[in-house]
């Protein structure tokens, strides 16, 4: 029994894989990168860098000032 949500959802289906059928080899699905995504990515991992080394050090300064030492 098919309903006319799964009729439309076929359809829709079978053009999208048609479509991706007809790019040539190397075409990319994407398209071209962007011309800053080298200084875009860069710009990420700096990020994550930096994040991770200010975890480091406000942990080391939570240890040292705020937590209970053993004595």
């Known amino acids: 029994m098919t309903t006319p949500n799964d009729a439309d959802n076929e359809t829709y289906s079978q053009s999208l894989e048609n479509d991706m059928s007809r790019l040539l080899p190397d075409q990319s699905v994407l398209g071209e990168p962007e011309p800053w995504e080298s200084w875009e ?23 040292w000032f705020l937590l209970p030492g053993q004595k």
């Open 41 to 63: 990515t860069s710009l990420c991992l700096w990020s994550i860098g930096i994040g991770i080394a200010a975890l480091v050090i406000l942990g080391i300064l939570v240890d």
